[in-house]
């Protein structure tokens, strides 16, 4: 079993839709988490950091993290074509020199007008 | 703020010469850099970690050797391919993490292709 999954995809939706994006994760020590957006050719951009569990805001984009699930997922309202990309999620364990991320494959996010 | 930028962003080169590649913090003091390979498809694998004025500390079945990382300043790090091989065809991205924060910045990447 890999520490992260995520699907691949391939995602595709109407503008405007709600996208949902989530990665399930086995390693229980994980306790910072994260959502890159990366697009074709580019290096990933941070979209959402979050500690521990709950919900974190961010204009359109919410971030949920159910740590007794294992679970992380990320929502996007109001989907435009500029958020097709492809979106990674990402873990790393609490302080010290436990600072490297632990990436899911990526899921691959087509946002059609 | 928190910018990194990455250099060269493209390199073709013959098989058996060595390829350096900057990674650089524009706006901040990065304690810790990181190098990551990404192949097609795939998500980021990390290779090594570095800290400033010290050695790398490399990710198993990463070859030191052949991936040299040099950490010289706060905000400047390199990756030397040494002897490179078309199977070394990657796309090489670096983040930085700065002393304050817990998250890291990812620089554009190279691409770099072996032939």
């Known amino acids: 079993q890999k520490e992260v999954e995520q699907d691949p995809g391939p995602l595709s939706v109407p503008e405007g839709a709600i996208v949902s994006l989530n990665c399930t994760y086995s390693?229980?020590?994980?306790?910072?988490f994260m959502w890159y957006r990366q697009y074709s050719r580019k290096g990933p951009e941070l979209l959402m950091y979050t500690y521990s569990s709950g919900n974190k805001e961010d204009g359109r984009f919410t971030a949920q993290v159910d740590k007794s699930s294992k679970y992380i997922s990320l929502f996007i309202r109001d989907s435009q074509p500029s958020d097709s990309a492809t979106y990674l999620c990402a873990m790393s364990l609490s302080g010290g020199s436990n600072y490297k991320l632990t990436f899911g494959k990526g899921t691959l996010l087509t946002v059609n007008p | 703020g928190a910018v990194v930028s990455q250099h060269p962003s493209r390199v073709i080169c013959k098989s058996g010469t060595s390829v350096k590649i900057e990674c650089r913090s524009l706006?901040?003091?990065?304690?810790?850099m990181f190098w990551y390979r990404q192949f097609p498809k795939q998500s980021l694998m990390l290779m090594a970690t570095s800290n400033e004025g010290s050695k790398a500390t490399y990710e198993q079945g990463v070859e030191k050797d052949k991936f040299l990382i040099n950490h010289a300043s706060l905000t400047l790090s390199t990756l030397t391919v040494t002897s490179a091989h078309p199977e070394d065809s990657s796309f090489y991205i670096c983040?930085?993490?700065?002393?304050?924060?817990?998250?890291?910045?990812f620089g554009p990447g190279t691409r770099l292709t072996v032939l």
């Open positions: 706006d901040f003091q990065a304690t810790t």
């Open positions: 983040s930085a993490r700065a002393a304050y924060t817990d998250t890291q910045y």
């Open positions: 390693n229980s020590a994980f306790q910072y």
